[in-house]
């Protein structure tokens, strides 16, 4: 009961949001360095997230519903302006606002999780019960990266030893505090509230609150973001994610776990032909060795026939997909007839 | 024979020429003037210290020290020249005491020749920065022998209790 009235409180205080709109570019900055750092392994044949290619995919099909991205959000009461334009400042300022709603829907990095940090420094048995607690001490230089910055742990039996990752996110936000971000994980993580809150179809503002509190190559974003995505491909609900930046994600990591039918179907459901091309070849991007991809490769298609193969190769709802195609060529032919 | 007399006797205050510092109190003429510092006392002999200042007086029962590079003369928890870090005495709820430092300005303050004091040096020593420091390690032998002379005072006392108990 109480945990229940405890995230009901959570989901009233939706002033979080707010703190989210900034902490956002904040939150790129730090984001972008390491994004960097992961573009550079070009040992490996398997294209990743960094790629120019796949995240020119990933853009495409998230879409731009400047309505949706600007959708009104929580924040400061301001009472609304009004301006008197001609049509082309009219034009101006619509693509001013697409400028805008791009660097909005920036993806956020997803990168593979870290490895612990079990490094000992110094092993000091003559210190052994000195004391009942622990000495961590941190370097507050100011500017260092913080995950450059020294941040060592005396342990009472004398072993002083570089802070785990947990010890280290937790005193960085004590010295360094980011906007939004908490000293402990809100219980909105925990698995039970997370269910309870999908049901209410909030899956982008757990991704919000997510991105804000975790580093993202943290254990606990990447099971929170995994949550968020077999939630929403178990009940099909992909159009919540639609125009907003997890979206990049999400394609990925179906793509990942090669289950993309149901956002193949969601995105015929909804006539977007391109897009699920688009999925498609980035399919075959990531997967090479797979059947459909070797049969794109051999007969070079393109388009619609792209979607057929792939029907035929790899899906499970190839019969759906397939009604669809001959549904959209239809349509084709009777536009291009009329 | 060395002229002994032409041997200057080497003054803490002279080491603050040799790095440059902003503040007026020892060179007026090679910065601006501020107007305020000129009505400061000139500490006669003073040298600059890294030492605990205790902050927050307004709590009692909840000690928080600053460490603080400060002229020596000056009061414990009085005016400062730089703050170099915190230490929280009393342990979280993970327990654990919280020590920053701010090791680029302590590297500097050093470099111009201020003097750690014992507490600090012990944290510094605890933290690795500098060696262990003789006396952590000898009150954490003291620790461990008043500790195990409890245990077997302890012990004693338990055994006398079952012989009485039995007699």
Not at chain 1, 236 to 263: I, P, Q
Request: aromatic fraction near 8%; proline fraction near 5%.
């Amino acid at each position: 009961m109480a945990g229940l009235s405890s995230a009901r409180c959570l989901f009233r205080s939706c002033s979080r949001i707010k703190h989210v709109e900034r902490s956002r570019h904040t939150l790129m900055r730090c984001g972008v360095r390491t994004f960097c750092g992961g573009a550079q392994d070009t040992g490996n044949a398997r294209p990743q997230f960094t790629d120019a290619a796949v995240q020119d995919i990933l853009s495409r099909i998230t879409g731009l519903d400047l309505q949706k991205v600007f959708r009104p959000i929580l924040q400061e009461l301001n009472p609304p302006t009004y301006k008197l334009m001609t049509d082309e400042q009219v034009e101006q300022a619509v693509m001013g606002a697409t400028e805008k709603a791009k660097k909005l829907l920036q993806m956020p990095p997803v990168l593979p999780e870290r490895k612990p940090i079990s490094d000992v420094l110094a092993e000091d048995k003559m210190l052994e019960g000195m004391d009942t607690a622990k000495f961590v001490f941190t370097d507050i230089t100011y500017n260092i990266p913080h995950r450059e910055r020294f941040i060592v742990v005396r342990e009472p039996d004398g072993t002083l030893r570089k802070a785990s990752w947990d010890e280290r996110d937790r005193l960085v936000q004590v010295y360094f505090p980011k906007e939004g971000r908490k000293l402990t994980a809100p219980l909105i993580f925990k698995e039970e509230n997370m269910k309870m809150v999908f049901a209410q179809d909030r899956h982008e503002d757990v991704l919000d609150l997510c991105l804000v509190q975790f580093e993202p190559d943290s254990s606990e974003y990447i099971r929170v973001h995994a949550a968020a995505y077999e939630d929403l491909d178990k009940h099909g609900k992909y159009e919540l994610l639609c125009s907003t930046r997890h979206f990049g994600g999400m394609a990925w990591y179906l793509v990942n776990a090669r289950r993309v039918d149901g956002l193949m179907v969601d995105m015929l459901k909804r006539l977007l032909f391109k897009d699920a091309v688009s999925l498609v070849s980035l399919f075959h991007m990531v997967h090479p060795n797979s059947e459909s991809a070797k049969e794109a490769a051999s007969q070079q298609a393109t388009g619609t026939d792209l979607l057929k193969i792939y029907a035929q190769m790899e899906s499970q709802r190839s019969g759906y997909i397939e009604l669809a195609l001959q549904a959209y060529e239809q349509t084709a032919a009777e536009g291009s007839a009329a | 024979m060395p002229n002994r007399a032409l041997r200057q006797k080497r003054q803490p205050q002279e080491d603050f020429t040799l790095c440059p510092s902003t503040s007026s109190e020892e060179n007026p003429v090679n910065t601006m003037v501020h107007l305020s510092s000129l009505l400061l006392k000139k500490y006669h002999g003073g040298y600059v210290v890294i030492r605990l200042a205790l902050a927050g007086h307004k709590q009692a029962n909840r000690p928080f020290y600053r460490i603080v590079a400060a002229y020596n003369k000056r009061a414990r928890d009085g005016k400062y020249i730089e703050q170099l870090g915190s230490y929280d005495p009393l342990p979280n709820i993970y327990n654990e005491k919280l020590v920053s430092f701010n090791f680029d300005r302590i590297k500097y303050w050093i470099g111009c020749g201020a003097h750690p004091t014992n507490p600090v040096s012990k944290l510094l020593g605890l933290a690795g920065f500098f060696p262990l420091h003789p006396m952590t390690i000898t009150e954490a032998e003291r620790l461990r022998a008043r500790t195990e002379q409890t245990v077997a005072g302890a012990e004693e006392g338990l055994e006398v209790g079952q012989e009485q108990a039995e007699v």
